[in-house]
Structure formats: structure tokens, C-alpha cells
């Protein structure tokens, strides 16, 4: 009775340790992930603060500017010879008020919105970036999961394997050789296990770096490798350049060049101010109005104008410089898909099946005494060998692809355009 008792208690201590496990490892998808990311992340923070700094300047561009009040005062004496006993201290009140022109306050108002608009594409451009670099982790981390899952598998099969041998060799079945050669490949498929392990370990923390550290030491992931039916067209990805996120970028910061450059005109003569004032004397009091505008003779801007021109010209010529980047970098990514389309589709047309049919035989023709066991563990090393290459050239597919998301900023694994 004691015995059952113990064994009950055991039982239940198992099941409450893998209850606490999954509660306290969870799982999540790469949306998931992304989303983490995109509230979480401290450099969207700072880009999010540069928007909010951007979108203050309009407001200041908007502001008109600020009226001024001089008073003076002082001691003053009737004109009068015979007043000089009266004296009295005179004042002057002045007021002026600067005003913009409506094309300086225009252009001013068109560089705010121009710098809103590029901070806003630095923002999408990170986040596109930070989003395609979760996913690249992302994948990473369920291949280096597959491909551990095909170690155990094998290291499974060969510890029966080394027993079947061991027992052989133990009634005198089988040379000894045979046994030496089978532990061999068991320490191999326990090895390949462990750094299996050890990369999942490794590109997990990674991914934890990129997302957020509010996730756990131990999560787990839901998803799998995307599929290898995706068709690109090369046409239809040039044609889609303009919308790269980079080339978004050199735009925008060529809108605030240029609108720079026209503010700069416009600050050949910005405006003009109004005044109205008082004087009064001991005697007299007098009234003023009048209004003052800047005379461009010496200085007509011509320094900033250039520098701003230059700079214009400057950003004109890094946008069609990426764009030709572009061009070849966005080919250059195609034929590597092609490539590794190619041979996902070599491995998932028959390699696989070949090199599984080839095991099967070896495994039957062994089991029979027809072959000895190393025909059988090459056989199994070979399919080992060709799962592990098909996982190689799927993942190498699918970084191939991210590639030309990243370049173009458009989702084609979830939209599979």
C-alpha cells in the first residue's frame, strides 16, 4: 500500500513539473513576435520621440511671431524759459510687430511637414528591417529545431541499432569491428544532437535580443518553414522598386533639401514690421506709426542658397545611385531564390524519397544478413546527411526571399505573391 502510495505521489509531482513548464514556457507565432517587437522595442522609442519632435516643429512653423513693447522714461524740462521750476519726467511707449510674408511662412511650414514626412520613413524603414530580421531569427530557429529533431531521430535508431550489434557480436554473430563502427556513429548522432541543441539555445537568445527582454529564457515557437510553391517574377519586382523603403528614405530627405532651398530664397526678404509708439514730452506728446523692411543690398543669401542647392543636388544623386543599387541588388537576390527554389525542389521531387527507399533496403538487406553494417549505417548517414541538406537549402530559400523583402519592404512569405 505504501508502495502504490508513493508511486501515486510521484506521478503527480511529474505532471505538476510539466504543468509548471508549459505555463511557464510560451509559445508564439511570428506575428506575435513582431508585434512584441514593434511596442516593446527602445529604437522604435526614439524614432517614435523624432516623429513627435518633427510633427512640434509644424506648430512652430505655424506660429506667428511674437509682438514687441519698448517704454522708456526719464528727465526731461519745459521748452518755456520760465518753466524750469515744472519739471516733470517725459515717456515713450513703442510697439512693433514682425510680420512673415505669406510665401516665407508657406515655405517654412513646407520644410516641418518635409522633415514629419522623413522621419516617418525612418521609422517604416526600421521597422521593416526589425520585423525581416525577427523573421529571419524566426526561421532559423525552427530549422536549427528540425534539424535537431532529425539528430534525435538518429541517434534513436542507432542506439537500437548498437544494441541489435552488441547482441550479435555478444553470441558471436558478428565481428567486433561491427560494434566498434556502430558505437562510433552513435557518439556522431549524439554529437550532432548536442550542437543541435546548442544552436537552438543560441539562435533563440538571439531572437529574445531582437524582440524584447520581457520575453523569457524559455519560449517556445508555433510556425513552420514556409512552403516552396512561391513564384516571384523578376519584371514585377523592378517595377516595384519605388516603393523601397530606402528609396522612400533618400526621398523624403530630398523633399527637405528642396524645400530648404526654397525657404532659403524666400529669406532673400522675409518681411516687414509694423510699429506704433508714443513720446511725451513735458509739454508735447507726439504719436508714431510707421513700418520698416529689410533692404537685401549686401547680403542676398547667397551662401545658404548654395549650400542648401548642393546639398539638394546631392540627395538627387544618392537616389538614382540606389536605385541602380537596387537594380542589381533585387537581381542579384532573384537568381539566388531561383537557385534555391531549384534545389528545394530537387530534394522534395525524390532525393528524399531516394535516399529514404536506399535506407529501407539497406536496413532489410541487413536485418536478412545480406549486407554487413556498414553498408547499413551509410546508408543511414547518407539519409541523415540528405534531410540536413534539404533543411540547409529550404532555409537558404526562404533568407533568399526575406532578401527581397527587405529590399522592396513588401511581405511576399505571408501574402506569397
Known amino acids: ?74 528727465p526731461s524740462r519745459f521748452r518755456t524759459p520760465n518753466s524750469t521750476a515744472n519739471q516733470r519726467r517725459n515717456y515713450g511707449v513703442n510697439i512693433s510687430q514682425p510680420l512673415e510674408f505669406p510665401n516665407v511662412r508657406g515655405a517654412k511650414k513646407a520644410v516641418a511637414e518635409s522633415r514629419v514626412n522623413y522621419a516617418s520613413s525612418v521609422t517604416e524603414a526600421t521597422i521593416i528591417n526589425l520585423s525581416l530580421q525577427i523573421k529571419k531569427a524566426f526561421y532559423d530557429v525552427l530549422q536549427n529545431e528540425a534539424v535537431l529533431k532529425i539528430a534525435e531521430g538518429d541517434r534513436d535508431a542507432l542506439k537500437n541499432i548498437r544494441e541489435k550489434v552488441a547482441l550479435r ?28 541543441l546548442l544552436r537552438i539555445s543560441e539562435s533563440k537568445f538571439y531572437l529574445r535580443g531582437l524582440v524584447s527582454k520581457s520575453l523569457t529564457d524559455s519560449f517556445g515557437l508555433v510556425g513552420s518553414l514556409p512552403p516552396s510553391d512561391i513564384n516571384l517574377n523578376a519584371d514585377f519586382l523592378k517595377n516595384e522598386i519605388s516603393k523601397s523603403p530606402k528609396l522612400k528614405q533618400i526621398k523624403a530627405s530630398a523633399d527637405v533639401a528642396e524645400n530648404r532651398l526654397r525657404l532659403e530664397e524666400k529669406l532673400i526678404n522675409p518681411g516687414l514690421t509694423l510699429n506704433a509708439g508714443v513720446d511725451q514730452d513735458p509739454d508735447i506728446t507726439s504719436y508714431r506709426f510707421g513700418i520698416s523692411i529689410p533692404i537685401p543690398i549686401w547680403n542676398r543669401r547667397q551662401g545658404q542658397i548654395g549650400e542648401a542647392a548642393a546639398g539638394y543636388r546631392e540627395l538627387q544623386a544618392q537616389y538614382t545611385d540606389q536605385e541602380l543599387a537596387l537594380k542589381r541588388d533585387i537581381e542579384s537576390a532573384f537568381q539566388r531564390y531561383l537557385i534555391a527554389q531549384q534545389q528545394v525542389k530537387t530534394f522534395e521531387s525524390g532525393l528524399l524519397d531516394q535516399a529514404e527507399s536506399v535506407l529501407k533496403v539497406a536496413e532489410s538487406a541487413y536485418r536478412y544478413g545480406e549486407r554487413g553494417i556498414l553498408e547499413y549505417l551509410d546508408a543511414q548517414r547518407t539519409f541523415r546527411l540528405v534531410r540536413k541538406d534539404y533543411l540547409a537549402s529550404k532555409y537558404d530559400y526562404v533568407v533568399a526571399i526575406l532578401e527581397i523583402e527587405q529590399l522592396l519592404g513588401m511581405d511576399i512569405l505571408e501574402n506569397k505573391i
Open 169 to 196: 557480436v555478444e553470441v558471436g554473430e558478428a565481428p567486433r569491428y561491427e560494434l566498434i563502427k556502430a558505437d562510433t556513429e552513435l557518439v556522431a548522432a549524439q554529437r550532432d544532437a548536442d550542437a543541435a
Open 1 to 74: 500500500m505504501l508502495k502504490n502510495l508513493k508511486k501515486i505521489l510521484y506521478i503527480v509531482l511529474i505532471n505538476l513539473s510539466l504543468s509548471t513548464s508549459v505555463i511557464a514556457s510560451p509559445n508564439f507565432t511570428l506575428q506575435d513576435l513582431i508585434d512584441i517587437a514593434k511596442r516593446e522595442n527602445p529604437i522604435l522609442d526614439v524614432l517614435k520621440a523624432k516623429e513627435d519632435a518633427a510633427r512640434s516643429s509644424v506648430v512652430t512653423a505655424e506660429s506667428y511671431l511674437n509682438p514687441e513693447i519698448e517704454v522708456g522714461t526719464g
